[in-house]
């Protein structure tokens, strides 16, 4: 069992920037996931396991849906406040903030932004709880960059909603009692559906063995004329931009996220490099390990200052999809150069489970791809400068 001694660094002062609340959740966070994850979570990840007890603990530290109406389960809390949550969770583990994420971010915002009153009610407690776990489906076998040409279909039959097609690499997939998920109708308008796992010609299956996010389930939503009651339409758009603005907040929690795991690499890395004796000196003393160290700490410091700032925007409404691209592309790099760079700093070591820095790594690819890929999100920041699209 790994003891975690974790320290964030904070070269610029940056927790200056924090408020009380802001840091009384980290603080929250930050020790539920030393005393609960750290120790068993290296063996989970080698296992190839999801250890379900995660899902009420993050339930208890109130991250499914915290900045939701405390009368749907939330606690109103701010979105620097999610962030750091974020980047908590995901220093512990890319599977506790994925769990996190995709139930508070995706499956809860959008049912509060556009279900019935009824379906509130029914759906956002039990989540906020933990007693119900929802999966977000977008994503399909074909058309993962450009879900705009997704296959799955929706059609009207009589007072019901047919749906055929499938939905891959969906979180949570093979535990999920609820699932939302985006279609399409032969109108070319995209329809966002609410399913219960019970319903008939709806299946899940699950995808083993990945590398990356082990401790994570993930899967397919299968639907076979799967027959839906009005109600379950939660939203319908033809605009592709309207659709796509819903993986704002997914997107924003991994920008916090993928600097939680740069955090934990360096102060891995800064200790056990002044620790590790070679040629008769801590190898912390050493010119070209002490340059590694500064290009950490350094790139840490920006995205500390970009995620905050982009904050910032969450919290007074005015973050753009195209900020929130830029975010989540610039933390990923630079925190999958970190974790490269730290686990060089600790050697052989680095490739064990006594250290998080590979399994880190491994999450880091995943990152890369996950909620749109290093170059779907460059070419948006493109077009954004340019005003030209090169998709
Ligand atoms: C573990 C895991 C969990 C996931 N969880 C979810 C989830 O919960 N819900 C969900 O809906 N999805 C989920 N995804 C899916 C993820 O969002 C997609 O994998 C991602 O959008 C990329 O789609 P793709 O894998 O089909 O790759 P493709 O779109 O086939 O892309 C393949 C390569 O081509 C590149 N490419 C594509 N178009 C262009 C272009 N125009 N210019 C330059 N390069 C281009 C891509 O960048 C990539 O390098 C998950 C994925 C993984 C791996």
Redesign the pocket.
């Known amino acids: 069992m790994r003891k975690d001694n974790f320290n964030s660094p904070d070269h610029y002062a940056v927790d200056k920037l924090l408020s009380e609340e802001n840091i009384l959740i980290r603080n929250i966070t930050r020790d539920w996931v030393k005393i609960n994850v750290s120790p068993i979570i290296e063996n989970a990840v080698q296992n190839d396991e999801f250890p379900v007890k995660f899902v009420k603990g993050i339930s208890e530290i109130g991250g499914f849906g915290p900045f939701l109406p405390e009368k749907y389960g939330g606690a109103e809390i701010d979105l620097i406040s999610y962030g750091i949550m974020m980047q908590e969770l995901e220093r512990g583990d890319s599977s506790l903030r994925v769990l996190s994420s995709?139930q508070s971010g995706l499956v809860m915002k959008l049912i509060f932004d556009h279900a019935s009153e009824q379906q509130k009610l029914k759906y956002l407690i039990p989540l906020s709880k933990g007693d119900m776990i929802g999966?977000?489906?977008?994503?399909e076998p074909n058309?993962?960059?450009?879900p705009s040409s997704m296959l799955t279909r929706f059609t009207k039959k009589g007072n019901k909603y047919v749906i055929n097609g499938s939905?891959l690499?969906?979180?949570q997939a093979p535990i999920c009692n609820v699932a939302v998920f985006w279609c399409k109708n032969d109108h070319n308008e995209f329809g966002l559906f609410l399913v219960d796992r019970e319903t008939k010609g709806f299946e899940t299956s699950k995808i083993k063995n990945?590398w990356?996010?082990r401790g994570?389930e993930?899967g397919e939503l299968i639907f076979n004329n799967m027959e839906l009651n009005e109600e379950s339409l939660l939203f319908k758009t033809k605009d592709v931009g309207e659709m796509l603005k819903c993986l704002n907040l997914g997107r924003y929690a991994v920008a916090w996220g993928a600097l939680g795991i740069a955090m934990d690499c360096y102060d891995c890395a800064l200790k056990y490099a002044s620790e590790r004796i070679q040629f008769g000196k801590k190898i912390a003393s050493f010119q070209l390990i002490q340059k590694k160290l500064v290009d950490m700490i350094t790139e840490i410091t920006k995205t500390q200052i970009l995620v905050w700032r982009l904050g910032v925007l969450m919290n007074d409404g005015s973050a753009t999809y195209d900020q929130i691209s830029m975010a989540k592309r610039s933390s990923v790099d630079m925190s999958s150069n970190v974790a490269i760079k730290a686990r060089s700093i600790l050697g052989g070591m680095g490739v064990t489970a006594e250290y998080p820095v590979m399994r880190h790594i491994l999450n880091l690819e995943?990152l890369k791809?996950?909620?749109?890929?290093?170059?779907?999100h460059t070419?948006i920041t493109g077009r954004s400068i340019t005003g030209i699209s090169a998709?």
């Open positions: 995709i999966s977000f489906g977008m994503s058309h993962g960059s450009d939905k690499w969906i979180g990945k990356g996010f994570s993930t995943v791809t996950y909620q749109g890929t290093e170059e779907i070419l998709f």
